[in-house]
């Protein structure tokens, strides 16, 4: 705290202000507050990178290395996994500005055995703003095989479970093009 002040002290020209103005108080408190604010939040910001260390730490997420005088920070298995996690969650489908009037057509047929898997993918597609147009066929109109590529590795999805179809018609099509706005 004392070094911000020092500095606001510093940025306004205090001392000389103050010997010289009544406006001193008015002139110094917006830029010590400021600075003062700056490294409360700086201090807090520290203090919460120092807890999610050690949580991820003692979770054994991540794993700290010393090499020849460097500290090395890796995910463990455990990390690896929640990070996928993550990245899933934050998973969205880039839109180009221009529809190229191709459908992408997502089908997929994932066994009874592994229903959870199954309704995961179901949720995370619908949340993608996938456009179901039958059980377990969904359409979209832009290019998602990256994003479609990462679900398929999450859940460990064989191409023989889960296409891609890239189509220039679908019949009767309104309804879809209604749902993303292209009409």
């Given amino acids: 705290m004392t070094k911000s002040i020092l500095k606001g002290l510093l940025i306004t020209g205090g001392v000389a202000i103050a010997a010289t103005s009544p406006q001193f108080l008015y002139?110094?408190?917006?830029a010590i507050t400021k600075l003062?604010?700056?490294?409360?939040?700086?201090?807090?910001?520290?203090?919460?990178?120092?807890?999610?260390?050690?949580?991820?730490?003692?979770e054994d997420m991540i794993h700290f290395e010393n090499r020849g005088g460097q500290l090395y920070v890796s995910l463990t298995a455990k990390g690896k996994k929640q990070a996928g996690k993550y990245q899933i969650d934050d998973l969205e489908i880039k839109k180009p500005k221009k529809w190229d009037g191709k459908w992408r057509i997502l089908?997929?047929?994932?066994?009874?055995?592994?229903?959870?898997?199954?309704?995961?993918?179901?949720?995370?597609?619908?949340?993608?703003?996938?456009?179901?147009?039958?059980?377990?066929?969904?359409?979209?109109?832009?290019?998602?095989?990256?994003?479609?590529?990462?679900?398929?590795?999450?859940?460990?999805?064989?191409?023989d479970e889960l296409k891609i179809i890239t189509a220039t018609d679908i019949e009767n099509d309104l309804s879809v093009k209604n749902f993303f706005g292209l009409n």
């Fill in 36 to 58: 003062t604010l700056a490294e409360i939040k700086r201090r807090k910001k520290a203090k919460e990178y120092k807890r999610s260390f050690d949580y991820l730490k003692k």
């Fill in 107 to 159: 089908i997929f047929d994932i066994s009874e055995k592994h229903k959870i898997k199954r309704e995961a993918l179901r949720g995370k597609i619908k949340q993608l703003g996938i456009y179901k147009l039958q059980d377990s066929v969904w359409v979209y109109p832009y290019d998602f095989k990256k994003e479609i590529g990462a679900l398929r590795k999450f859940f460990r999805i064989s191409e």
């Fill in 27 to 30: 002139r110094i408190l917006p």
